[in-house]
């Protein structure tokens, strides 16, 4: 099987994506009898030394609504044509129109739903525009959490079985830190007393 695997919007750069992009080698890692394109519009260095794994430049002009639909409804279909894709996965939450073949859309984030102006307004306004089409559309909708996925079938009335939760995982390279080296840190920025570390937004949508 051919798995295209639209990662536009993917970075090392980001947490999220860090650990999501763990998860799409570790996948590919397991099915070595299929082979897995990572389309992006830059070079990304993602494909690591599986391989099973290869990298497909889209290039994209520019970061306007009507040229990400040029991109997504015209450019993305031409490219899994191309590679004789079976499957397409979207990790940005946006599908494509035009792409006859099964797609998966992965929802990492619905914020623009509630929290418009923590976006960009032109790719909060392009979502919720078009999320509804998009959520019918896939073939099946992968988000991070519960809350997420009743939040859509809420808004969507969509039907349960067609959203998995996709729990993110943790790459193999986290690990405890030593005993002693944990006492060290917190004599010195907390005064002796554990503590917790949070990375991320603290809103209603993350809980």
């Known amino acids: ?19 999501l992009i763990n998860h799409i080698l570790q996948l590919a890692a397991l099915y070595p009898e ?11 260095g993602l494909t690591e030394s ?25 450019k993305l279909p031409a490219a899994v044509r191309k590679l004789k894709a079976d499957i397409l996965l979207s990790t940005d939450g946006i599908l494509s129109r035009r792409i006859k073949i099964p797609q998966y859309l992965l929802v ?9 102006e923590l976006y960009a307004a032109n790719y909060a306004r392009f979502a919720r525009l078009n999320s509804a089409d998009f959520f019918r559309k896939a073939k099946k909708l992968i988000v991070f959490s519960n809350y997420q996925k009743q939040e859509i079938i809420k808004l969507y009335k969509l039907n349960e079985a067609k959203i998995s939760v996709w729990h993110p995982g943790i790459p193999v390279s986290y690990q405890p830190a030593p005993i002693k080296d944990t006492e060290e840190f ?22």
């Not at 299929?34 to 990304?44: A, D, G, N, R």
């Not at 794994?53 to 639909?69: A, I, R, T």
């Open 1 to 19: 099987m051919i798995i295209a695997i639209n990662t536009r919007t993917i970075s090392r750069n980001d947490e999220v994506n860090y650990l």
């Open 34 to 44: 299929h082979q897995f394109f990572l389309i992006s519009p830059k070079e990304t």
């Open 50 to 74: 599986l391989t099973n794994v290869k990298q497909y430049l889209l290039p994209q002009q520019s970061d306007n609504s009507l040229l990400w639909k040029f991109w997504y409804h015209y």
């Open 108 to 116: 990492s984030d619905t914020g623009y739903l509630a929290f418009p």
């Open 186 to 207: 917190k004599l010195q920025h907390t005064d002796g007393k554990d503590y917790m570390l949070f990375y991320g937004a603290i809103e209603e949508k993350s809980r």
